[in-house]
């Protein structure tokens, strides 16, 4: 997956404040664009391979499996 073009980013910010209750505040805007972008990020890292299994994570922080 590659980045969004503009025009792309552009019509996904559209669709996401359509989608927002009509009491919807400057908060839950930022919010959701953080999360659409968080998301957007995890799925490039995944496509390009930068995963970790869970039982690696676990031990690179000492939890138990």
Same mark, same amino acid.
Do not use: C
């Given at each position: %997956? ?5 025009? &792309?980013?552009? #019509? *996904? $910010?559209?669709? +996401?404040? @359509? =989608? +927002?209750? &009509? &009491? *919807?505040?400057? &908060? @839950?805007? %930022?919010?959701?664009?953080?999360? /659409?972008?968080?998301? #957007? $990020? !995890?799925? /490039? #890292?995944?496509? $390009? !391979?930068?995963? +970790?299994?869970?039982? =690696?994570?676990? /031990?690179?922080? !000492? +939890?138990? =499996?």
């Amino acid at each position: %997956m590659t980045q969004a073009r503009n025009p &792309d980013i552009k #019509d *996904a $910010a559209h669709r +996401l404040i @359509d =989608e +927002l209750p &009509d &009491d *919807a505040t400057w &908060d @839950d805007v %930022m919010y959701r664009i953080y999360v /659409r972008q968080s998301v #957007d $990020a !995890g799925l /490039r #890292d995944v496509e $390009a !391979g930068r995963v +970790l299994e869970v039982s =690696e994570v676990r /031990r690179r922080f !000492g +939890l138990p =499996e």
